[in-house]
Nanobody, 123 residues
């Protein structure tokens, strides 16, 4: 089992920044990919960004490219999402996800999920 805990969400004005963190614990041995997804009220969970174990591969959704930066510190088993130039449409619950085998952009490709952290961007 792997446990994931997100932190760093909050309320910010449009144009502001937030940094999310996701700490992994439990059976995290061996390489694994991680990702951020988000879900706004009444909408499906959507892909935000993903990063491979070595960070040699990084994917972003078009909607966040150039504004968000995903990174990870394997020594700390922690992943980050730096979010700049935030927009009201970025408002959602942000979830981190863990995959032992795949680095994809669909929720079904991930094995473990955090509880989520709320990000609210006011206009």
């Amino acid at each position: 089992q792997v446990q994931l805990v997100e932190s760093g969400g909050g309320l910010v004005q449009a144009g502001g920044s937030l940094r999310l963190s996701c700490a992994a614990s439990g059976r995290t041995f061996s390489s694994y990919a991680m990702a951020w997804f988000r879900q706004a009220p009444g909408k499906e969970r959507e892909f935000v960004a993903a990063i491979s174990w070595s960070a040699s591969r990084i994917y972003y959704a078009d909607s966040v490219k150039g504004r968000f930066t995903i990174s990870r510190d394997n020594a700390k088993n922690t992943m980050y999402l730096q979010m700049n130039s935030l927009k009201p449409e970025d408002t959602a619950v942000y979830y981190c996800a863990f995959s032992r085998n795949k680095m994809g952009i669909t929720p079904g490709e991930y094995d473990y999920w955090g509880q989520g952290t709320q990000v609210t961007v006011s206009s």
